[in-house]
Each structure stands twice: as structure tokens, then as C-alpha cells.
């Protein structure tokens, strides 16, 4: 039995060995292979890995010829991974590697998909924990998938699960949505998450905010449903408020009186249509996007630096 380990790095030099030596011990009586997705770094994250896979080792680091995000990083992990079992982990430790071996076992005992649900998270911000927390629930809320809440990328997946991933034609991989959606024998695992030992985040707001989006718009036509709900609402406002006027004017023979209540109108209207025009919008680029059919990551082809051409 063979385990695939896809580790996602973008610029972690700082920590990048020390994952690696970690899943080494952890996983030394397991057959494995560590898959290193560099996702365009620019530090020495890739020379570093490199270096330390020794000659004939089945761990391979695979390069992006720039930054495609993480999410771009697991696909890329799946398409190269031969594993009978895939496990995806974070590159800083912030995943327990020991909870790999956990997750084995329940696979032993049948479960096709093992993913690691968050209890607690040590030495992350109020800012970080409340919107994760948002995240998660909103995305519940707006989505007809049962997501898992608290639950990042850290789990373990069998070929089966694997295979049906990489057969899915859609762009838009948003892996915490995904894996529910193909069912199969799923659980969990509580997990306390640990703090980042060494460098900082690479999910700075914007980041975190696409990755919302994603989820939403890739699992609930919801805000389009809901623009609807709006604009009859405000429809419906606007009717009563023609209804009251007209009255006003003939039965109780008072015109309403200065413009305020137009501009409130207009300025209501003028908003909700633009509110709706922006959701149609998200969702009109994202179909845009999926249409260009352009291919998930580029890899890094190895060829001279342009000076050392010559
Ligand atoms: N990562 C990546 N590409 C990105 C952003 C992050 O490969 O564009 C990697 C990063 O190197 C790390 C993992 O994804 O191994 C999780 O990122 P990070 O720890 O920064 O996220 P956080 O734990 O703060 O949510
Ligand atoms: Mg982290």
C-alpha cells in the first residue's frame, strides 16, 4: 500500500526542512511518497527540497513556473500522486503529520475520505479565528452541499475519491466543497490546530476573500436567488408607495410634498439594481473562466536563465 503526501509550499524556506524531516519520521514505517508542490516560490523553498531528496527517493518536488495558489497546489498534487491513499497537508506544521497516521487507520477501516476538523486554533488572532468561523458557517448557510464546518484541506482521500476528483471538468476547485459533493464514506477528525512555527501567513485578507467567494459561487446560486428576493421586495415597496401617493393625492387631497421621498426612491432602486447587476456579474466572470478552459497551473520547465544562455 502506497501513501501520497502533497504538501503545498509557497515561500516557506524558514520551515520547509523541517516538514519534510518531520513526515519522514512520522511516516517511516508507512510506504509513502512525498509530493512537494513549490507553488512559484521565490525564495529557496525549491532549491531547499531539492537538496535534501536524496538520489532514487520516491519524494519529488513539482514546480509551478509561478504562484497558482493552493488550491491550483492540490490538483497538481492529485494529477502526479500514485498513492493508494492521498493525504494533503499543510507545509508549516500548523497540521499535526502525526494526525497522517490516525487517518490511515481509519482508512484501514473503510472510510474512503478522513478529513481533520479544527477544535481549537493556537496562536491565530481574533481577526483570523471570527472570519474562519464566519466562513465557514455562512458557507453552510448559502450551500445545499454539507460542507463540514472548521475544516480546512488536511484530510485523506482513496484513489477512489482521488480518481473522481481528477475527472471533474469544472476550473473553479474549491477542495472543501468538492470532497463532500462526491459523497463516498467520509469522517473526521478533531484536531487542535498548532501555531505556524516559523514565517508568516501567505493568506493575506484578499486571498482568504477569493477563497470565499470561490466557495460560495462554486456551491450556491443563492445570491442570484437572493438579488431576486430583493428586487421583489423593492418592487414591491415601490408599488405601495405609488398606491399611497395616488391616494394621498385624490382622497386625502394633499400631494406628497418635496423631492426627498423620489430620491430616497430612486437611490434605493439604483442600488438594488446595482447590487444585482454585481452578483450576475461574479457569476457571469466566473463562466467566463471555466469557458477559457485554460489549464489549472503552468509547470516550471527547467531551461538556462536568460545570462547564462549565451
Ligand atoms: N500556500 C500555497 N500557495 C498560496 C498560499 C499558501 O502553496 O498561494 C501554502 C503555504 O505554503 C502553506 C499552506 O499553503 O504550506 C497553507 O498556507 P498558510 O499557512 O499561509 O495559511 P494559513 O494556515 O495561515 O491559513
Ligand atoms: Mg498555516
Not at 104 to 116: C, I, P, T
Not at 171 to 184: D, H, M, N
Not at 189 to 211: C, H, N, Q, S, V
Request: glycine residues 10%; contains cysteine; proline residues 4%.
Amino acid at each position: 500500500m502506497l501513501l501520497s503526501v502533497i504538501i503545498p509550499m509557497l515561500n516557506e524556506e524558514e520551515i520547509c526542512l523541517r516538514t519534510y524531516e518531520t513526515l519522514e519520521k512520522v511516516l517511516k514505517d508507512v510506504e509513502h511518497e512525498l509530493l512537494f508542490v513549490d507553488d512559484g516560490s521565490t525564495d529557496r523553498t525549491r532549491e531547499l527540497l531539492l537538496g535534501a531528496i536524496p538520489e532514487g527517493s520516491a519524494n519529488r518536488v513539482i514546480s509551478f513556473s509561478r504562484n497558482f495558489g493552493h488550491q491550483a497546489a492540490f490538483s497538481a498534487g492529485l494529477d502526479q500522486a500514485k498513492g493508494d491513499a492521498v493525504a494533503i497537508i499543510d507545509g508549516d506544521l500548523q497540521d499535526p503529520p502525526e494526525l497522517i497516521l490516525d487517518m490511515l487507520a481509519k482508512w484501514r477501516e473503510g472510510w474512503q475520505v478522513v478529513y481533520g476538523q479544527r477544535r481549537a486554533r493556537a496562536g491565530e488572532g481574533l481577526f483570523k479565528k471570527l472570519t474562519a468561523a464566519g466562513f465557514y458557517r455562512s458557507l453552510r448557510l448559502f450551500t445545499s452541499v454539507d460542507i463540514p464546518v472548521d475544516t480546512g484541506d488536511f484530510r485523506l482521500m482513496d484513489r477512489v475519491v482521488v480518481d473522481v476528483l481528477k475527472s471533474l471538468p469544472e476550473r473553479s476547485r474549491f477542495l472543501r466543497g468538492l470532497v463532500p459533493w462526491v459523497g463516498f464514506r467520509q469522517t473526521g477528525i478533531l484536531y487542535d490546530r498548532a501555531e505556524r512555527t516559523a514565517g508568516e501567513t501567505k493568506y493575506p485578507l484578499k486571498k482568504m476573500l477569493k477563497l470565499a467567494g470561490d466557495g460560495i459561487a462554486s456551491f450556491s446560486s443563492l445570491p442570484l436567488r437572493l438579488s431576486l428576493w430583493i428586487g421583489l421586495v423593492a418592487a414591491g415597496l415601490g408599488g405601495l408607495l405609488a398606491v399611497w401617493a395616488v391616494v394621498s393625492k385624490f382622497a386625502l387631497d394633499g400631494t406628497v410634498p418635496g423631492w426627498t421621498s423620489l430620491l430616497i426612491a430612486v437611490v434605493f432602486l439604483g442600488g438594488v439594481q446595482l447590487i444585482t447587476i454585481g452578483v450576475m456579474g461574479e457569476y457571469v466572470g466566473r463562466i467566463y473562466d471555466e469557458v477559457k478552459q485554460r489549464p489549472l497551473y503552468v509547470l516550471r520547465k527547467d531551461s538556462p536563465a536568460p545570462e547564462e544562455k549565451r
